[in-house]
C-alpha cells in the first residue's frame, strides 16, 4: 500500500491529452513539492517533473504537472507512443521523515 | 556525463548479508546528498535509504531500519548500503540515485544508476 495513490492505469490514443492524479496527505503533498519520475519499460526512472511544475531540461512540453492542496497531476498532451510507460508521484513526507512513493500509473498509447 | 554505475547484487539466502556499491563520476559526489531505491519485480519504487553529503544526516525506511546501513566515501567517489538479515522480501532491483541538493530532505532525484539485483531465496 503506497502512501501516495495513483490510478494503476491510465490510456489515450495518439495526440489525446492525458492526465494522471496523484492524491497524499498533509504530511506529505500537503506540506512538501511533487516530483514526478517516467519509467520506460526495461529501464531506470527518468525525472520528468520536480518541484510541482518544473521541467528538467530536455523534457518536452508536452509534459507538465500541477498541485492543489494533498493532491497533485501530471498531464500529457499530444500523446505520443514513445510516452508508454510507468509513471510515479514522489513527495518528502514530513511524518514518515522521508520521500515517498506512488504506485505507479501504466500509460497505455491505443 | 553523470553516471551511477552499481554493483555487489546476486542471490542471497534468507538471513544472510549483502553490499551495494554504487560508483559515480561526472559531478562533485561529495557535495550531494544520495539514495537508495528499490523495486521488487513487477512493483512500485520503495525508498530504502538516504545520506547527507557529509554523512551527518541518514534516513531509512521503517521495512529496513536495523537490517541496512547506508555509507559513503567521498574520497572514492562511492556510495554503500550493507544489508543484512535479508529477507525475502527485500528482493529487488536497487537503484542508486543522486538528490539535487547536500541534505536528505526532498524527492528529487535527477539521475538514477541502472540498478543492482539483490534476490533473496534459499
Known amino acids: 500500500q503506497s502512501v501516495l495513490t495513483q490510478p494503476p492505469s491510465a490510456s489515450g490514443t495518439p495526440g489525446q491529452r492525458v492526465t494522471i492524479s496523484c492524491s497524499g496527505s498533509?504530511?506529505?503533498?500537503?506540506?512538501?513539492?511533487v516530483n514526478w519520475y517516467q519509467q520506460l519499460p526495461g529501464t531506470a526512472p527518468k525525472l520528468l517533473i520536480y518541484?510541482?511544475?518544473q521541467r528538467p531540461s530536455g523534457v518536452p512540453d508536452r509534459f507538465s504537472g500541477s498541485k492543489s492542496g494533498t493532491s497533485a497531476s501530471l498531464a500529457i498532451s499530444g500523446l505520443q507512443s514513445e510516452d508508454e510507460a510507468d509513471y510515479y508521484c514522489?513527495?518528502?513526507?514530513?511524518?514518515?521523515?522521508?520521500?515517498?512513493f506512488g504506485g505507479g500509473t501504466k500509460l497505455t498509447v491505443l | 556525463e553523470v553516471q551511477l554505475v552499481e554493483s555487489g547484487g546476486g542471490l542471497v539466502q534468507p538471513g544472510r548479508s549483502l553490499r551495494l556499491s554504487c560508483a559515480a563520476s561526472?559531478?562533485?559526489?561529495?557535495?550531494?546528498?544520495m539514495h537508495w531505491v528499490r523495486q521488487a519485480p513487477g512493483k512500485g519504487l520503495e525508498w530504502v535509504s538516504g545520506?547527507?553529503?557529509?554523512?551527518?544526516?541518514?534516513g531509512y525506511a521503517d521495512s529496513v531500519k536495523g537490517r541496512f546501513t547506508i555509507s559513503r566515501d567521498n574520497a572514492k567517489n562511492s556510495l554503500y548500503l550493507q544489508m543484512n538479515s535479508l529477507r525475502a522480501e527485500d528482493t529487488a532491483l536497487y537503484y542508486c540515485?543522486?538528490?539535487?541538493?547536500?541534505?536528505?530532505?526532498?524527492?528529487?532525484?535527477?539521475?538514477w544508476g541502472q540498478g543492482t539485483l539483490v534476490t533473496v531465496s534459499s
Open positions: 540515485a543522486k538528490e539535487i541538493g547536500r541534505m536528505v530532505r526532498g524527492a528529487h532525484f535527477d539521475y
Open positions: 561526472g559531478f562533485t559526489f561529495e557535495d550531494y546528498a
Open positions: 545520506i547527507s553529503w557529509n554523512s551527518d544526516s541518514i
Open positions: 498533509r504530511s506529505n503533498i500537503g506540506s512538501n513539492t
Open positions: 518541484s510541482n511544475n
Open positions: 514522489a513527495a518528502w513526507d514530513d511524518s514518515l521523515n522521508g520521500p515517498v
